[in-house]
T-cell receptor, first 110, second 113 residues
Framework: QKEVEQNSGPLSVPEGAIASLNCTYSDRGSQSFFWYRQYSGKSPELIMSIYSNGDKEDGRFTAQLNKASQYVSLLIRDSQPSDSATYLCAVDNAGNMLTFGGGTRLMVKP | NAGVTQTPKFQVLKTGQSMTLQCAQDMNHNSMYWYRQDPGMGLRLIYYSASEGTTDKGEVPNGYNVSRLNKREFSLRLESAAPSQTSVYFC????????????FGPGTRLTVL
């Protein structure tokens, strides 16, 4: 069973701080990596995708991928209360399915 | 442009009853997916359809069947509902497979008594 692991949290950070969310995966053949945000009672929405080793920045969000360590992370700079949500890491599985982690709940305190 | 729509939004069933969850997308996407989400377990893939005319099992297919009616519509059927199928069900679509962004519908909250 191919696995994607996340700390369930909650991760609590003060407003304006950097939030760091981590994810590890078991399938060395995975090529596509995603971070989805899910507000309570809502459906997931994509915030970042990353396909190669290194960093990818989009506004306040930075995704980091290290395939050798089978590790992907999401940094949120200048965290806002509106960033409070559950963040789901997703990894492709044999190229035709996504496997999701259990999600990390982030709380940004004003 | 409604994106991905799902019906119904809420449903309560008794054990043994059957029902079909409907999903439609208007983005001309090729691939469609059905997930279930249980507390603390993220999303688990039930079935997917990589393209019109094809369907494949995902991680947790037991107790479910699907139909890709046409390019727009992908339905999920519970033939004999069980309490273990109480969950939130999400439909999603992508233009071309899992390397693309998945667009999710609003979900169906199903309770089986």
């Amino acid at each position: 069973q191919k696995e994607v692991e996340q700390n369930s949290g909650p991760l609590s950070v003060p407003e304006g701080a950097i939030a760091s969310l981590n994810c590890t995966y078991s399938d060395r053949g995975s090529q596509s990596f995603f971070w989805y945000r899910q507000y309570s009672g809502k459906s997931p929405e994509l915030i970042m995708s990353i396909y190669s080793n290194g960093d990818k920045e989009d506004g306040r969000f930075t995704a980091q991928l290290n395939k050798a360590s089978q590790y992907v992370s999401l940094l949120i700079r200048d965290s806002q209360p509106s960033d409070s949500a559950t963040y789901l890491c997703a990894v492709d599985n044999a190229g035709n399915m996504l496997t999701f982690g259990g999600g990390t709940r982030l709380m940004v305190k004003p | 442009n409604a994106g991905v729509t799902q019906t119904p939004k809420f449903q309560v069933l008794k054990t043994g009853q059957s029902m079909t969850l409907q999903c439609a997308q208007d983005m001309n996407h090729n691939s469609m997916y059905w997930y279930r989400q249980d507390p603390g377990m993220g999303l688990r893939l039930i079935y997917y359809s990589a393209s019109e005319g094809t369907t494949d099992k995902g991680e947790v297919p037991n107790g479910y069947n699907v139909s890709r009616l046409n390019k727009r519509e992908f339905s999920l059927r519970l033939e004999s509902a069980a309490p273990s199928q109480t969950s939130v069900y999400f439909c999603a679509s992508t233009r071309a497979g899992v390397t693309d962004t998945q667009y999710f519908g609003p979900g169906t909250r199903l309770t089986v008594l």
